[in-house]
């Protein structure tokens, strides 16, 4: 029974990827690539923070937008990583991980009706968050190619501009495509943005995840971007820390007012453990972020290579991320039957692109967030399901 119920929640879709949760749930043995939880544990001087903090019992209260010394560890952090100048007391607040900063961000800042640009394929969250808030997601195509991969087309964005347009969201370096944008196309975005007074929500947790020369920018640190980009940073993935729950939001300091609202009426302020080991996180020592790129760069390779060897999919080399894309090629089935039959006759699950919008249709996600092993037997599983294709 429906009645009564909000209606802007009743209109936002579970996702498509609760249909293989249920189905792997009543199987034994799957090998799984579904799901974007980096294997490596959480750098020893960041548990050994969160242990000291239990014992100085740091287990009470804390401020609603974050201890003081986390806030300025952040800014720091933003100043010389991103090139963003920030104020750790007005223009920063520690959120229950980047889908946290989203969240109390696009309540903060979306009336119903307000049409926000969101490129296609995306992360589940970028979309439907827009609409928890009430507001209008605009599906905006990347374009693809067999050879390039996926990229932003600032002109697609300019198509879609109508005067209930609000904000654009970006997600660079991107899930699930493993897309990094460019310096010249976030600069065309951000001149979009400007020329017509849009708001930026920039969701940016794989920033130190990248290959290949390729370089992560933040679109807030652009020339006249500080006064209309949002940005949600996580520390779950840098840091290998997705259960710990924590992230932080950098905007300008009238809409961290109301995201201070929005997250103090909801969960009123963050873990003050987390916070602890994210400060240690944020202070270093990061030199283990050289291997694990590396890591990632050798279980992309192969992953790419056993694809493209399987001649039903087209795969091309991401820059980011730990997620390939590949688009399926003749094989006669939607990509949720594709990854259906791959549960099926070869206890292996993935993620179907139809659940990261009408653009990801044909394409399937896998993770590389597993070891090499692991990722291995999974090919192997893959190639025995599609004999008979």
Known sequence: MSRGLCGKVLGV?????????????????????????????????VKEAAVGALRENFTHYTPNSGIVPLREAIAKKLKEKNGMETNANTEIMVTTGGMGALF???QAVLSPGDEVLVPDPYWTSNMM??????????????????ETGF??????????????????????????????????????????AQDHDLYVFSDEPYEDIVYDGARHYSIGSFPGMKERTITAFSLSKTYAMTGWRIGYLAAPREIIEQAYKVQLYSVNGVNAIAQKAALAALEGP??????????YKRRRDMIVERLN??????????????????RLVDVGMTSMEFVKLLLREGKMAT?????FGERGEGFVRFAYSFSFEYIQEAMDRIEGAILGL
């Open 13 to 45: 879709p579970a996702s498509g990827i609760v249909t293989i949760r249920d189905m792997k749930l009543t199987m034994t043995g799957v090998v799984g690539l579904e799901s974007g939880d980096p294997d490596f544990d959480t750098p020893v001087h």
């Open 104 to 106: 109390t961000a696009t």
């Open 129 to 146: 968050q827009v609409l928890m808030a009430g507001g209008k997601g605009v599906s905006v195509p990347l374009e693809y190619s067999k």
């Open 151 to 192: 990229r932003l087309d600032p002109d697609s964005f300019m198509e879609l501009i109508t005067d209930r347009t609000r904000a654009i969201v970006i997600n660079t370096p991107h899930n699930p495509t493993g897309m990094v944008a460019s310096k010249e196309e976030l600069k065309a975005l951000a001149e979009i």
């Open 286 to 295: 990061h030199d283990f972020l050289v291997d694990m790129v590396a890591e």
């Open 309 to 326: 060897s399987m001649k039903i999919f087209e795969c091309w080399m991401p820059q980011g991320a730990f997620y390939v894309f590949p």
């Open 351 to 355: 993620t179907p692109g139809s659940i």
